[in-house]
């Protein structure tokens, strides 16, 4: 994982950011991030776990290079600059309560997995809720319209 970020940070945070704003960034990170979990609900067979594995562990690190450097990004965007500081400083404990939650919540979650013989189970609803989550962040996105610059990157 860590090697896929440091790989992949750079240029993928920098292509991302020559099509798309910062909140659309975001959301695509997101939904990386879902989808690399999400291929480990399929990652059970000897033949086939490897692979799925090592795709999920891409998809999750390549969604958390484009989340990390732009969530600060999305932040200071927000901020007025009189209170930036403290629009970070909600936005780090926002990050620690959510992830303590989500901790908890993944390993209840994968003990009601094992009881239930569904070892599929979390990594499904990990897929839905990035899923969910990059939607939900993608309708709260301005469109942008595409600068000359732009569009003939796109070209």
Not at 47 to 68: S, Y
Not at 82 to 107: D, H
Not at 118 to 126: C, V
Request: aromatic fraction near 10%; charge should be neutral; hydrophobic fraction near 55%.
């Amino acid at each position: 994982n860590a090697a896929a970020g440091l790989v992949l940070q750079y240029p993928l945070v920098r292509w991302a950011t020559r099509r798309a704003g910062p909140p659309a960034v975001l959301a695509y990170g997101v939904l990386l991030m879902g989808l690399g979990l999400g291929v480990f609900a399929f990652a059970d067979a000897p033949a086939t776990a490897m692979p799925l594995m090592c795709l999920g562990v891409v998809l999750f690190a390549a969604g958390r290079a484009l989340v990390e450097p732009t969530k600060d990004v999305v932040t200071s965007e927000l901020a007025p600059p009189e209170s930036l500081a403290a629009y970070f400083g909600v936005s780090f404990l926002a990050l620690a309560v959510g992830g303590s939650i989500g901790n908890y919540a993944g390993g209840w979650l994968y003990d009601v997995a094992t009881s239930l013989s569904l070892p599929a189970l979390p990594w499904l609803i990990f897929l839905v809720l990035g899923g969910a989550v990059a939607a939900l962040l993608g309708a709260a996105t301005p469109r942008r319209p595409a600068t000359t610059h732009e569009t003939a990157d796109v070209l």
